[in-house]
């Protein structure tokens, strides 16, 4: 293994490559990984020297926090490689501010931006092979943070360990995405931590969307922890409704997570000048729609797929199937922010970023 530093990263190199050991035509989301990671520790209130390292197993005592407390965060984002063989990230600020958001909630050390943005990267330019260009294929990265620091008592602790690792993905369409809307459990609650990506946000979700698995929905759209009145998000992707030809999506709260992708098709939808109302939005609002024919379409957006279009949805034992329609306005949104994404359309916005 070869040793080098580039600025204040310390680079070790994997001897050999996994990368011709790989599939990239029939990849399963998030199972592959690719020969390096970053890594950061925090330790005597300041994080220490960045390392690049070839993927691997990390040690952990037993008793480290986040096995206990869940004290752990993490972020989804993307690179797409263009024509060019050129590096593109999509609104990649976005990522590292929110995960700061997060480890805040968490009583966790907030990561420097200058780490954060080198340490990435460095990581995509070792990693460039792995993007492959064609519309569809990406990087997926994933940061995160947990608490290393052993010991059981039940404090925020004082050590910790950041993490960048990388997955190829490709578009992959899941099959029709049927939705159960939540009646009894929920996934967040106000002054929670719902709009922080923590690890443990997640954990408490699998249980209600395997009973809605075993009734035939993928997944689960949360609704108002109070109430359950007013419809939330996916859980792992916000919501919207199309109503007539009106876009609507709830605002914002401690209980929602603040998607990039949602801020994008907001934007996206308003300069494609589709009307966009940003309310609190009832399930009863939603049925009656569905009942007279004007509700048109239902779609989470999210990094992953951007926007999954949503065939059905139920409620308390009743189900409605949505209309397939052409030109819906999840295609023509999906459609311009990718363009955007794998620099096909100029951006306006200035969301595309070149590693
Ligand atoms: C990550 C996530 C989303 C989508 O956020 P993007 O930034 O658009 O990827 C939505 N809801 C939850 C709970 C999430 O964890």
Redesign the pocket.
Known sequence: MSKETITNIKIEKASTSKINEVDFSNLAFGNVFTDHMFVCDYENGAWQEPQITPYQKISLDPSARVFHYGQAVF???KAYKDEQDDIWLFRPK??FE?INKSAARLAMPEFPEDFFFEGLNTLLKLEKDWIKKGFGNSLYIRPFVIATESGVSASPANKYKFMIICSPAQSYYGGEVRVKIADHYS?AASGGF?FA?AAG??AGQFYPTSIANKEGFQQIIWTDANTHEYLE??????IFFRIGDKLITCPISDR?????????VIAMAKDLDIDVDIRPIKVTEVIEAANNGSLKEIF?????AVINPIAGFGFKGDTWELPKIENSFASKIKQAIMDIQYNISEDKFGWRVKV
């Open positions: 972020e989804g984002m976005e990522n929110r996934r719902g990506k946000n997640y998000e996916a859980g792992t992707m916000n929602i997570l603040d998607g990039v992708t949602r801020k994008s989470g957006s999210g990094t992953a």
